[in-house]
């Protein structure tokens, strides 16, 4: 039948693949005694028409439901004080990245964005609540703004040239 046949097939077979990894790295979980695995890592390139860049971070849980918080991941901290990592999404196009964090109830004037050794880092406090919230850049980025929207925190960057 042609192309468009094989390509399915292909897709398909990928899917099928992918779901007996999945499978292979669940029961490889359960014979050490794992509830929890985490991933995370970056993806480079999935086909040769497009050049498609991001990261992802996943959670595998088998040994139970886990608590999902209404607003982000929350940890306790000895002083009583809690560290919160918002919800964040990266988008790049060309030369440009731009970051929105959520961050409602949040004063701009409580929001500390920088740069530091090609890690984007964010830091928010609001009474005892601490934010917080760093991003490996694969580039040298400046940041060129950032504003505070509706309780969304949008950066825009822009990448160095190698020069400087």
Do not use: W
């Not at 992918?18 to 390139?45: C, H, N, P, T």
């Not at 498609?52 to 982000?72: E, P, S, V, W």
């Not at 969304?152 to 960057?157: A, E, Q, R, T």
């Amino acid at each position: 039948m042609g192309q468009k046949d094989d390509k399915k097939e292909t897709n398909i077979g990928s899917i099928f693949n992918g779901l007996g990894k999945l499978i292979d790295i669940i029961s490889d979980m359960a014979e050490k005694g794992e509830d929890v695995k985490q991933f995370e890592g970056s993806i480079r390139q999935l086909d040769n028409r497009r050049n498609i860049k991001g990261r992802y971070n996943l959670k595998l849980n088998i040994g139970g439901i886990d608590k999902i918080t209404d607003f982000a991941d929350r940890e306790k901290k000895q002083s009583g004080a809690e560290l919160i990592t918002p919800k964040t999404e990266v988008y790049k196009e060309g030369k440009d990245l731009t970051i929105v964090i959520e961050l409602h109830g949040i004063d701009e004037k409580d929001i500390v964005v920088e740069i530091e050794d090609d890690t984007f880092i964010l830091f928010a406090k609001k009474g005892s609540q601490k934010y917080y919230k760093s991003i490996d850049l694969e580039e040298k980025y400046k940041i060129c703004s950032s504003r505070l929207n509706n309780g969304f925190l949008i950066v825009k960057m822009k990448e160095m040239s190698p020069d400087g």
